[in-house]
Protein backbone atom coordinates (compact mmCIF):
# COMPACT_ATOMS: atom_id res chain seq x y z
CA UNK A 1 0.00 0.00 0.00
CA UNK A 2 0.89 3.65 0.02
CA UNK A 3 3.24 4.73 2.57
CA UNK A 4 5.55 7.52 3.75
CA UNK A 5 7.93 6.67 6.30
CA UNK A 6 11.28 7.90 7.73
CA UNK A 7 14.09 6.00 8.32
CA UNK A 8 14.70 7.38 12.02
CA UNK A 9 12.51 8.78 14.73
CA UNK A 10 14.97 10.76 16.36
CA UNK A 11 18.03 12.78 14.77
CA UNK A 12 20.58 14.63 17.65
CA UNK A 13 23.50 16.69 15.78
CA UNK A 14 25.77 19.16 17.12
CA UNK A 15 25.08 22.93 16.62
CA UNK A 16 26.78 23.84 12.77
CA UNK A 17 26.96 20.85 11.68
CA UNK A 18 25.06 19.60 9.10
CA UNK A 19 21.37 17.67 9.40
CA UNK A 20 20.56 14.84 6.92
CA UNK A 21 16.61 13.56 7.69
CA UNK A 22 15.47 10.85 5.10
CA UNK A 23 12.29 9.31 3.76
CA UNK A 24 11.16 6.54 2.10
CA UNK A 25 8.35 6.37 0.08
CA UNK A 26 6.48 3.34 -1.51
CA UNK A 27 4.20 4.89 -4.07
CA UNK A 28 5.98 4.93 -7.47
CA UNK A 29 3.26 7.13 -8.77
CA UNK A 30 4.21 9.94 -6.34
CA UNK A 31 5.22 12.80 -8.39
CA UNK A 32 5.36 15.97 -5.82
CA UNK A 33 7.17 15.88 -2.48
CA UNK A 34 7.40 18.40 1.08
CA UNK A 35 8.61 18.55 3.56
CA UNK A 36 7.61 20.35 6.75
CA UNK A 37 8.53 21.56 10.46
CA UNK A 38 6.45 21.06 12.94
CA UNK A 39 7.92 22.97 16.26
CA UNK A 40 6.25 22.27 19.88
CA UNK A 41 2.52 23.45 19.72
CA UNK A 42 2.40 25.05 16.22
CA UNK A 43 1.08 23.74 12.88
CA UNK A 44 3.37 22.24 10.27
CA UNK A 45 5.54 24.91 8.43
CA UNK A 46 6.22 24.31 4.58
CA UNK A 47 10.24 24.45 3.89
CA UNK A 48 10.98 23.08 0.76
CA UNK A 49 9.31 21.22 -2.02
CA UNK A 50 10.48 18.96 -5.13
CA UNK A 51 8.88 17.45 -8.08
CA UNK A 52 9.62 14.38 -9.56
CA UNK A 53 11.25 15.30 -12.94
CA UNK A 54 13.98 17.11 -10.54
CA UNK A 55 16.75 15.29 -8.80
CA UNK A 56 17.86 18.84 -5.82
CA UNK A 57 16.47 21.87 -5.01
CA UNK A 58 17.68 24.17 -3.02
CA UNK A 59 16.45 26.81 -0.58
CA UNK A 60 18.00 28.88 2.23
CA UNK A 61 20.29 26.59 3.95
CA UNK A 62 18.03 23.02 3.54
CA UNK A 63 18.69 20.95 0.08
CA UNK A 64 15.78 18.07 -1.22
CA UNK A 65 17.49 15.29 -3.27
CA UNK A 66 14.97 13.18 -4.82
CA UNK A 67 16.54 9.40 -5.86
CA UNK A 68 13.52 7.59 -7.46
CA UNK A 69 14.93 4.56 -8.40
CA UNK A 70 15.02 3.65 -4.92
CA UNK A 71 12.11 6.19 -3.35
CA UNK A 72 14.01 7.82 -1.18
CA UNK A 73 14.29 11.51 -0.71
CA UNK A 74 16.38 13.53 2.06
CA UNK A 75 16.37 16.98 3.52
CA UNK A 76 19.75 18.33 4.09
CA UNK A 77 20.04 21.31 6.59
CA UNK A 78 23.50 23.18 6.84
CA UNK A 79 25.08 24.17 9.64
CA UNK A 80 22.39 23.26 12.08
CA UNK A 81 21.09 26.13 14.21
CA UNK A 82 19.49 25.65 17.47
CA UNK A 83 15.95 27.01 16.18
CA UNK A 84 16.06 23.94 13.81
CA UNK A 85 15.13 21.49 16.72
CA UNK A 86 11.46 20.12 15.45
CA UNK A 87 9.71 17.54 14.24
CA UNK A 88 10.51 17.14 9.92
CA UNK A 89 7.86 15.40 8.27
CA UNK A 90 8.34 14.39 4.65
CA UNK A 91 4.95 13.86 2.90
CA UNK A 92 4.50 13.11 -1.02
CA UNK A 93 1.34 13.93 -3.07
CA UNK A 94 0.13 12.13 -6.17
CA UNK A 95 -0.95 14.50 -8.63
CA UNK A 96 -3.24 12.30 -10.66
CA UNK A 97 -6.21 11.51 -8.46
CA UNK A 98 -7.92 13.71 -6.18
CA UNK A 99 -4.24 15.48 -4.81
CA UNK A 100 -4.34 13.07 -1.80
CA UNK A 101 -0.94 13.77 0.57
CA UNK A 102 0.49 11.26 2.54
CA UNK A 103 2.32 12.36 5.35
CA UNK A 104 5.15 10.51 7.07
CA UNK A 105 5.06 10.07 10.75
CA UNK A 106 8.22 12.32 11.19
CA UNK A 107 11.63 12.51 12.45
CA UNK A 108 12.41 14.77 15.51
CA UNK A 109 15.59 16.85 15.17
CA UNK A 110 17.58 17.73 18.77
CA UNK A 111 20.56 20.41 17.63
CA UNK A 112 23.04 20.27 21.14
CA UNK A 113 24.25 23.29 21.38
CA UNK B 1 -1.36 38.99 9.86
CA UNK B 2 -1.59 34.47 10.02
CA UNK B 3 -2.40 33.33 6.60
CA UNK B 4 -4.75 30.48 7.82
CA UNK B 5 -6.38 31.35 11.01
CA UNK B 6 -7.89 28.58 13.64
CA UNK B 7 -10.68 28.89 16.73
CA UNK B 8 -10.78 28.28 19.07
CA UNK B 9 -6.94 27.54 19.91
CA UNK B 10 -7.65 25.20 22.71
CA UNK B 11 -10.83 23.83 23.85
CA UNK B 12 -12.25 21.56 27.07
CA UNK B 13 -15.28 20.18 26.69
CA UNK B 14 -17.43 17.01 28.03
CA UNK B 15 -18.57 13.77 26.50
CA UNK B 16 -22.17 14.39 24.32
CA UNK B 17 -21.39 18.34 23.82
CA UNK B 18 -21.33 19.87 20.11
CA UNK B 19 -18.45 21.17 19.50
CA UNK B 20 -17.30 23.28 16.37
CA UNK B 21 -14.30 24.20 15.39
CA UNK B 22 -13.25 27.36 12.56
CA UNK B 23 -10.69 27.63 9.92
CA UNK B 24 -10.05 30.75 8.23
CA UNK B 25 -7.65 31.72 5.44
CA UNK B 26 -6.38 35.01 3.90
CA UNK B 27 -4.21 32.98 0.92
CA UNK B 28 -6.96 32.93 -1.62
CA UNK B 29 -6.90 28.89 -2.34
CA UNK B 30 -10.14 26.95 -3.20
CA UNK B 31 -8.78 23.51 -1.50
CA UNK B 32 -9.17 23.30 2.28
CA UNK B 33 -8.45 20.34 4.78
CA UNK B 34 -8.89 19.20 8.59
CA UNK B 35 -6.56 17.20 10.08
CA UNK B 36 -6.49 15.26 13.49
CA UNK B 37 -3.24 14.50 15.01
CA UNK B 38 -2.35 11.99 17.38
CA UNK B 39 1.33 11.24 18.90
CA UNK B 40 2.84 8.36 17.39
CA UNK B 41 -0.02 8.71 14.50
CA UNK B 42 1.26 11.43 12.68
CA UNK B 43 -1.80 12.95 10.86
CA UNK B 44 -4.46 12.00 9.89
CA UNK B 45 -7.42 13.93 7.14
CA UNK B 46 -10.83 13.94 8.77
CA UNK B 47 -12.61 16.00 5.32
CA UNK B 48 -11.10 18.07 2.73
CA UNK B 49 -12.57 20.46 0.22
CA UNK B 50 -11.77 21.60 -3.15
CA UNK B 51 -14.18 24.58 -3.60
CA UNK B 52 -17.25 25.86 -1.40
CA UNK B 53 -19.73 23.09 -3.23
CA UNK B 54 -17.37 20.09 -3.40
CA UNK B 55 -16.51 18.55 0.29
CA UNK B 56 -15.38 14.96 0.53
CA UNK B 57 -14.86 12.67 3.66
CA UNK B 58 -11.00 11.82 4.30
CA UNK B 59 -9.96 8.61 6.32
CA UNK B 60 -11.17 9.30 9.83
CA UNK B 61 -14.87 11.13 8.97
CA UNK B 62 -16.97 8.97 11.10
CA UNK B 63 -17.85 11.50 14.28
CA UNK B 64 -17.00 14.39 11.92
CA UNK B 65 -19.25 16.85 9.83
CA UNK B 66 -18.21 19.83 8.03
CA UNK B 67 -19.46 23.16 6.23
CA UNK B 68 -17.67 25.04 3.90
CA UNK B 69 -18.81 28.51 4.69
CA UNK B 70 -17.25 30.60 1.93
CA UNK B 71 -13.71 30.13 -0.23
CA UNK B 72 -12.09 31.25 2.93
CA UNK B 73 -14.15 29.34 5.93
CA UNK B 74 -14.04 26.06 6.59
CA UNK B 75 -15.50 24.76 10.10
CA UNK B 76 -15.33 21.09 11.74
CA UNK B 77 -17.36 19.89 13.99
CA UNK B 78 -18.17 17.31 16.44
CA UNK B 79 -21.72 16.46 17.09
CA UNK B 80 -21.22 14.01 20.15
CA UNK B 81 -17.91 14.81 21.39
CA UNK B 82 -15.89 11.32 23.00
CA UNK B 83 -13.36 11.08 25.00
CA UNK B 84 -10.95 9.22 21.76
CA UNK B 85 -11.73 12.98 19.72
CA UNK B 86 -9.38 14.24 22.42
CA UNK B 87 -6.41 15.17 19.74
CA UNK B 88 -5.07 18.14 17.66
CA UNK B 89 -6.85 19.60 15.24
CA UNK B 90 -5.39 21.48 11.96
CA UNK B 91 -6.63 23.23 8.71
CA UNK B 92 -4.89 23.53 6.17
CA UNK B 93 -5.23 25.33 2.72
CA UNK B 94 -3.41 24.71 -0.74
CA UNK B 95 -3.56 25.08 -4.44
CA UNK B 96 -4.19 22.31 -7.11
CA UNK B 97 -0.63 20.89 -7.56
CA UNK B 98 1.00 22.46 -4.45
CA UNK B 99 1.61 22.24 -0.70
CA UNK B 100 -0.28 22.60 2.11
CA UNK B 101 -0.43 25.34 4.29
CA UNK B 102 -1.58 24.79 8.31
CA UNK B 103 -3.22 26.56 10.86
CA UNK B 104 -1.74 26.96 14.42
CA UNK B 105 -3.45 23.76 15.53
CA UNK B 106 -6.54 23.52 17.82
CA UNK B 107 -6.28 21.16 20.94
CA UNK B 108 -9.06 19.73 22.20
CA UNK B 109 -9.79 17.61 25.27
CA UNK B 110 -12.64 15.82 25.58
CA UNK B 111 -13.41 14.49 29.24
Known amino acids: GESVGLHLPTLSVQEGDNSIINCAYS??????FIWYKQESGKGPQFIID?????DKRQGQRVTVLLNKTVKHLSLQIAATQPGDSAVYFC????????????FGPGTSLSVIP | DADVTQTPRNRITKTGKRIMLECSQTKGHDRMYWYRQDPGLGLRLIYYSFDVKDINKGEISDGYSVSRQAQAKFSLSLESAIPNQTALYFC??????????FGPGTRLTVL
Open chain 1, 27 to 32: NSASDY
Open chain 1, 50 to 54: IRSNM
Open chain 2, 92 to 101: ATSDFARAQF
Open chain 1, 91 to 102: AENSLSGYDKVI
